[in-house]
T-cell receptor, first 111, second 116 residues
Framework: GQQLNQSPQSMFIQEGEDVSMNCTSS?????WLWYKQDPGEGPVLLIA?????ELTSNGRLTAQFGITRKDSFLNISASIPSDVGIYFC???????????FGQGTRLTINP | EAQVTQNPRYLITVTGKKLTVTCSQN?????MSWYRQDPGLGLRQIYY???????DKGDVPEGYKVSRKEKRNFPLILESPSPNQTSLYFC???????????????FGEGSRLTVL
């Protein structure tokens, strides 16, 4: 099946630093989404992107839908302790009845 | 409160002993799906359902069954569990779109299954 390559797999940063992660695919997607999973809980949707080139913000989070439709980026500015968790990208192509998820990026923050 | 509820949250069982993980949503969503989460592999889809009585295989359906007799419920059945089905399982639901899921999935809290 389709695969998404998400990087980095893990990040260890200091509180207050900015964070960048990305997701690439060998195939085109019409929709890109970013989810966050807090420890012991299910993933929660952070941002959804529906148009190539789209740049969307949600508070300190900013995500972009790549022009080629094969990649997406998520940036977190001025990280805080509650940003800890696993971040997943997900893609959906037209006609597909499911989302394809990346492997996840585990974010750890040192206070 | 809008939610997806899974039970049990934790289960330890033995090889071959049939088990069912229940999933219920109260948002009147048409689309429901099961995923398993394993380290380094992300979330992989097991089965999904577009609506009542409509189910289809995801990427890793072997060893699992599902049913969708009612809109709100989507149980996952392991007829003869094996150790390679030890995993963290998530049920999710969403509104439907022309593509199936709107993409905006609501996840349950997860069910951690260990098969000895």
């Amino acid at each position: 099946g389709q695969q998404l390559n998400q990087s980095p797999q893990s990040m260890f940063i200091q509180e207050g630093e900015d964070v960048s992660m990305n997701c690439t695919s060998s195939s085109i997607f019409n929709t890109w989404l970013w989810y966050k999973q807090d420890p012991g809980e299910g993933p929660v949707l952070l941002i959804a992107l529906y148009k190539a080139g789209e740049l969307t913000s949600n508070g300190r989070l900013t995500a972009q839908f790549g022009i080629t439709r094969k990649d997406s980026f998520l940036n977190i500015s001025a990280s805080i302790p509650s940003d800890v968790g696993i971040y997943f990208c997900a893609g959906q192509d037209q006609g597909a009845q499911k989302l394809v998820f990346g492997q996840g990026t585990r974010l750890t923050i040192n206070p | 409160e809008a939610q997806v509820t899974q039970n049990p949250r934790y289960l330890i069982t033995v090889t071959g002993k049939k088990l069912t993980v229940t999933c219920s949503q109260n948002m009147n969503h048409e689309y429901m799906s099961w995923y398993r989460q394993d380290p380094g592999l992300g979330l992989r889809q097991i089965y999904y359902s577009m609506n009542v009585e409509v189910t289809d295989k995801g990427d890793v359906p072997e060893g699992y069954k599902v049913s969708r007799k009612e809109k709100r419920n989507f149980p996952l059945i392991l007829e003869s569990p094996s150790p390679n089905q030890t995993s963290l399982y998530f049920c999710a639901s969403s509104l439907s779109s022309a593509q199936g899921t709107s993409g905006e999935l609501f996840f349950g809290e997860g069910s951690r299954l260990t098969v000895l």
